[in-house]
């Protein structure tokens, strides 16, 4: 790979439009997902100015969570608005906000790049929404659109590329160039947190500020993120064996979070998982 970064449409064909989809099992991987990665995901969003009173919309918004962060730091007097384009995720999403009794979340069916909003936002945030998009330059230009003058833009996004584990763990590297293997095959990108910076710029964004964050861990202290990795292989599975990235067989999906665990506490090492990178700027 080159040093010259491309986001451009034509040089990221998708072949999904979202490889992960929203079956109970997978949005169950998410609420396990957002325990580990939330507390990064909220700094970020501390970092970029996100408090009380701020209207806030929220990008793909999944099962909920990055907005439920958001309404914590905006209050009862601010105002967040989340959006997705699955109505799966839309209800999950909302069924969460009513349980924890939030008035000041709402969430709507839709792209919020191409949406209409009744007034702009005083920031939009986002966490892994731009590595699944064929321009997230485009979307980033249509999102801020959406925003007051003097507003923040701020996205979370992964970089799979520095997962690692020293010393090395075959069953835990392999499983991740699985999952770093398939969603390259299907257009995902999954260095979006190290391009972040370009994307911004390209899209005519001020100069971001960045953060990352990884979760690391040996032991019994690796075992959530360990957990983590063989449930994205499940979800990730059936398309593994389509591209040809890896075999039923040899994934043995029903043992794998055993065995992942088994070789990080014989081996007596740390595992690093992929990095939780941050970026913002005020337009």
Known sequence: ???????????????????????????????????????????????AGIGPGMRVLDVGSGAGHVALLAADLVGATGEVVGTDKAAAAVAAAQARAEACALQQVSFREGDPAAMSFEQPFDAVIGRYV?????????????????LRPGGVIAFHESDLSSARSVPPIPIYNRSNDWIAETFRRLGT???MGAKLYAAF?????????????????GGSGAAPWLHQIAELVRTLLPEMERLGVATSVEVDIENLAERLTHEVAAGGGVIVGRSEIGAWSRI
């Open 201 to 217: 710029i390209a899209a005519g964004l001020p100069e971001p500020a960045m953060r990352e964050f990884a979760n690391i861990g």
């Open 189 to 191: 990108e999954i260095q």
């Open 130 to 146: 731009l590595m699944f998009q064929a321009d997230p330059v485009a979307m980033l230009r249509d999102l801020a659109r959406h």
């Open 1 to 47: 790979m080159g040093e010259n970064v491309s986001l451009a449409k034509n040089d990221r064909d998708r072949a999904v439009e979202y490889e992960l989809g929203h079956a109970t099992r997978e949005l169950e991987r998410l609420d396990h997902q957002a325990r580990l990665v939330g507390t990064f995901t909220r700094e970020i969003l501390r970092d």
